[in-house]
């Protein structure tokens, strides 16, 4: 399965994005769509996630600024980012996990997880 992000760019302060990123491939199954992100010199964060029967999570530092949302027919994810802050500068990843059809040497469905190439936010101040 494959991820295809986009969206990312440079961005003032109190400015908006959205990032998209669509799966393709084999895919029976999504159980979980998210986004992380990743700045210079830190760990990779989760910023959200949403899983098949809408169950949302956001850090923290997002509430009330970000927008998870999903298209399950579609398998894409997208993530709406308002009042965008230096501090949200990273590169952003999107995580897709659930199962995929595997076709040799029979049918059957395999658990998958995949994550996006990354797209670069940049806020300026």
């Known amino acids: 399965v494959q991820l295809q992000a986009s969206g990312g760019g440079l961005v003032q302060t109190g400015g908006s994005l959205r990032l998209s990123c669509a799966a393709s491939?084999?895919?029976?199954?999504?159980?979980?769509m998210g986004w992380y992100r990743q700045a210079p010199g830190k760990q990779r964060e989760l910023v959200a996630d949403i899983t098949k029967d809408g169950r949302i999570n956001y850090a923290h530092s997002v509430l009330g600024r970000f927008t998870i949302s999903g298209d399950n027919a579609n398998h894409a994810v997208y993530l709406k980012m308002n009042s965008l802050k230096p501090e949200d500068t990273a590169v952003y990843y999107c995580n897709v996990a659930g199962q995929e059809i595997i076709r040799m040497p029979s049918i059957r469905h395999q658990d998958f997880v995949s994550w996006g190439q990354g797209t670069l936010v940049t806020v300026s101040s």
């Open positions: 491939g084999s895919i029976y199954d999504i159980n979980v």
